[in-house]
């Protein structure tokens, strides 16, 4: 039932599982809108009662089925929020767009609007969207759900003059979530005793950077220039959900000046005292997705390059784009884009990874752009390009990606080529490295004979020193749906006191195996990640392995090498977004994530986590140098 959208659930003002739905009102909406009787009093309050109890059963119980849906379906899991076409925020925009469109009718009538049978497809004044599909299917699986999940519940509805209210009673959860914290504190003291945190963590932050609004993805992406050339450090960082009014996921983009002291060390709410905010314009075009500093038209000032990777949802094509604001000799960036990169295909979304890194050999940065889900030639096979920096730059306002001075594609459908970027020197030419995390090992004869048995995920890492289109190597997954690829990085640790060049490469749905005790089991998409050696050989060598310690943590999502103590040595930071304290796997929920610290003057050759004090393997922990713990998810999604 679309009119769900006017429902009224507040927790704090009607009781701790009430909903209120205005069944009058939606009477009379349907009717002004249809000019007729289309709906009775009974269908709504049927269906709005069969929905209540749905959204009451998953926050009671998702948590829960979590582990079985995960590992039947990671794509469902981890893209049900962000998925481009038909994720959360999508269905959110698209719902609010709805909205507006039946106000529009209501007022001024249907006769400048086509009405298709999919509402989705819904367009007035003037507007038409051409894409395909917008027939859907139909089918009677739920024809008769109503009358037979009414009569066999025992319903608490309460009728009023407009609507009903519904209850159910708060008793269950807080029942449940009891016997669960039991169960955990007994594991706990049972094998790792006692719940108590280690010295070497670090919970409290210097500042906070944030923002008012919810769902703003603040830090969804970063980077760091010198931007206003002053000689310190600035900060730029992209919150590519930010709404406002009428303006769904439009994204911002923040700009905080460093000065001698660093970033400014106080909590700061950036939209009020961010030193410059730049805007997304289109609607739902997630402005903020991806970012990257060069000087692209090279007149020795920075320029920032900005992903808006949903560009195109509103007549859904999701073609995406990126924006280009060049900076100026007075230290001040443009407040308009001064050149837009767009794509042709539909569902390109382009601007979802950005780089900054010599593509051409003149030792200049110049513009990298990733599109895991362009089609590639088939079906989300995924593209990199690259255009070439130079002072022509400054008279271009439009470019194309069909144009661009540098492409490679991806291997196979559905392989999400461009996933991630990393750009590298090795030996004084440019290593350009690209994820491709769903990449399975389906053979050509496989696919012609429809073969079944490829390993789906594996993931693939390629090396290129371009302008070579060659890949000079490649890293290929081990376990189907680990999705090696997924976050690479690089730099310098002591490996037997030699100081060596390293790549860092994450598998973080890959899964191992635990041991507590005399217990073993599989910890599903536990995560993993692996450390070559970074030479001119075709084939980099394997070093060290590192691994998770919970179900579902994500362990290596993200990944990151720097010298912290300048000791000139890089330190290694791995994020596990989704780790939880809560031993028995999730039965309480509550991600707090976690970002582990490695001292990069003791790694050793072979598996790092997996030689441990404890009863417990992996043991991630025991040999970090110092890790990050918070009670919201830490190294992915804010």
């Known amino acids: 039932m679309s009119a769900g959208i006017v429902w009224a659930l507040n927790k704090d003002s009607l009781g701790p599982w009430e909903l209120y739905v205005p069944v009058k009102d939606l009477l009379g909406i349907y009717e002004k809108l249809y000019g007729r009787e289309v709906i009775t009093e009974n269908v709504i309050v049927d269906c709005s009662h069969i929905q209540f109890l749905e959204m009451y059963g998953e926050m009671l119980a998702v948590s829960k089925l979590y582990p079985s849906y995960s590992t039947k379906s990671p794509f469902l899991v981890e893209q049900f929020q962000e998925y481009f076409l038909g994720g ?18 209501l007022e001024n009538g249907t006769s400048d609007c086509n009405l298709p049978e999919n509402p989705l497809f819904i367009a007035c004044g003037g507007q ?7 027939k859907m299917q139909k089918n009677d699986f739920h024809r008769n759900l109503t009358t037979s999940l009414t009569e066999n519940i025992d319903r ?15 008793w269950t959860p807080d029942s449940m979530s009891f016997i669960y914290k039991a ?3 007994n594991v706990r003291t049972m094998f790792i005793g006692g719940s108590q945190l280690s010295q070497k963590h670090i919970s409290s932050p210097l500042a906070s950077y944030f923002l008012s609004f919810p769902y703003a993805r603040l830090g969804w992406a970063m980077t760091s220039a010198d931007l206003n050339q002053d000689g310190y450090g600035d900060l730029v960082v992209g919150a590519p959900g930010y709404s406002r009014p009428g303006h769904i996921h439009i994204g911002r983009v923040y700009l905080i000046y460093g000065n001698d002291l660093g970033l400014p060390p106080v909590d700061l709410d950036l939209d009020k005292e961010a030193h410059r905010i730049l805007e997304g314009f289109q609607p739902s075009g997630r402005f903020g997705s991806a970012l990257a500093v060069l000087d692209f038209n090279m007149d020795g000032v920075p320029d920032l390059a900005v992903g808006a990777p949903s560009v195109g949802s509103e007549q859904l094509t999701y073609k995406g784009a990126v924006y280009v604001y060049f900076g100026s000799k007075q230290g001040r960036m443009s407040s308009s884009p001064n050149i837009t990169i767009s794509c042709q295909d539909i569902y390109c979304n382009l601007g979802w990874t950005l780089l900054a890194a010599d593509v051409n050999g003149d030792s200049e940065p110049d513009l990298v752009i990733g599109s895991p889900f362009a089609p590639g030639g088939g079906k989300q096979k995924g593209i990199v390009a690259a255009f070439y920096s130079g002072p022509s730059l400054s008279d271009k306002e439009k470019l194309n990606v069909e144009a661009a001075n540098w492409t490679v594609r991806g291997e ?12 590298v020197t090795v030996d004084n030419r440019t290593l350009l490295l690209v ?37 000079w190597f490649t890293i290929a997954g081990d376990k189907a749906m680990g999705k090696l690829g997924t976050s690479l990085s690089s730099g310098h640790v002591l490996m037997n006191g030699t100081l060596t060049q390293v790549l860092l490469v994450g598998a973080p749905t890959r899964d191992d195996v635990s041991k507590m005790a005399f217990l073993t089991m599989t910890l599903h998409q536990g995560g993993a990640t692996r450390m070559y050696a970074l030479t001119s050989d075709l084939q980099p060598p394997l070093l060290s392995t590192f691994s998770g310690d919970r179900r579902f943590s994500r362990f290596g999502g993200v990944l990151h090498l720097s010298d912290l103590d300048d000791d000139g040595v890089d330190e290694i930071m791995v994020a596990a977004p989704l780790r939880i304290a809560d031993v028995t796997s999730g039965l309480i929920g509550g991600e707090d994530g976690r970002v582990y610290v490695y001292n ?10 997996g030689k441990c004090k404890s009863w417990v393997t992996p043991c991630p922990e025991e040999k970090v140098k110092c890790s990050i713990k918070s009670y919201t998810l830490l190294g992915k999604d804010p």
Not at 128 to 134: E, K, P
Not at 412 to 423: C, I, K, P, R, V
Not at 600 to 609: I, N, V
């Open 600 to 609: 990069g003057k003791e790694t050793t050759l072979g598996d790092m986590t």
């Open 128 to 134: 038409q969207n051409h894409t395909q599909g917008s």
């Open 435 to 471: 994820g491709s995390p769903t990449w399975k090992n389906a053979s050509r004869l496989g696919r012609l004979l429809h073969i079944r048995d490829e390993k789906k995920s594996l993931g693939r890492v390629y090396g290129y020193f371009p302008p070579n289109g060659q890949s």
């Open 412 to 423: 196979e459908d559905f392989a999400w080529f461009g996933y991630s970027l990393h750009g």
């Open 88 to 105: 959360l925020d999508d269905m959110a925009f698209w719902s609010t767009n709805i909205y507006h469109l039946t106000s529009f009718m």
């Open 183 to 185: 169960l955990e504190r």
């Open 156 to 170: 608490n509805i309460n009728y009023t003059e407009r609507g009903v209210f519904f209850s159910v009673n708060s």
